[in-house]
C-alpha cells in the first residue's frame, strides 16, 4: 500500500515565486522580508531580510 503524499508526515509543500519570495544571489537563495514575514517568525539564523530582527524580537 503506498503512502498519500499529503498525510501528516508529509505536509504539502509551499511554492515559492522567485522575485517575490527569494533571489539567487551567489549560488545562495535569499528570502525576502515578504516571504519572512508570510512565515510568521523568525528563524535566528540573522537572514538579511528578517523583519523580526528589526523589531528586537527575535531568539
Given at each position: 500500500m503506498l503512502k498519500?503524499?499529503?498525510s501528516e508526515q508529509n505536509p504539502p509543500r509551499e511554492i515559492l515565486t522567485e522575485?517575490?519570495?527569494y533571489y539567487l544571489e551567489n549560488g545562495y537563495w535569499v528570502f525576502t522580508?515578504?516571504?519572512l514575514l508570510?512565515?510568521?517568525h523568525c528563524c535566528g539564523s540573522g537572514c538579511r531580510h528578517c523583519p523580526y530582527r528589526k523589531k528586537k524580537i527575535c531568539k
Open positions: 498519500n503524499e499529503n522575485g517575490k519570495d522580508e515578504h516571504y508570510r512565515r510568521g
